[in-house]
Nanobody, 133 residues
């Protein structure tokens, strides 16, 4: 059973940076697409970024494009979300979700990769990111 664990959240000033991690002992990055979603209080879960298996392709939401970068370390079974130039509106609980797919172009080729969180079958518990103005 794949279990994901997010870490790296915290409190940061506007304009600052954080790096989130999504780790899984059984996570074979050649077999899963990993997406980052976030959810602010009272709001819907919002897709932020998607990384296809083997790092084949990436996708970002317009709200974070140019500020966030997703990457992976296969040796550590870990996916990272580097978040720069953070804004107060980035405040949310950040979750990583996994979908079994060996298609290295899945994230860029599936138009709903960041809008249908229900397609991801495994989730972590989330990590809180708070950006102070």
């Amino acid at each position: 059973q794949l279990q994901l664990v997010e870490s790296g959240g915290g409190l940061v000033q506007s304009g600052g940076s954080l790096r989130l991690s999504c780790a899984g002992s059984e996570l074979n990055l050649a077999s899963y697409a990993i997406a980052w979603f976030r959810q602010a209080p009272g709001k819907e879960r919002e897709g932020v970024s998607c990384l296809s298996s083997s790092g084949g392709s990436t996708t970002y939401s317009d709200s974070v494009k140019g500020r966030f970068t997703v990457s992976s370390d296969t040796a550590k079974n870990t996916v990272y979300l580097q978040m720069n130039n953070l804004k107060p509106e980035d405040t949310a609980v950040y979750y990583c979700g996994a979908l079994e797919s060996d298609n290295p172009e899945w994230c860029s080729g599936y138009p709903l990769a960041l809008s249908r969180h229900g397609i991801y079958t495994h989730w972590g518990q989330g990590t809180q990111v708070t950006v102070a103005s």
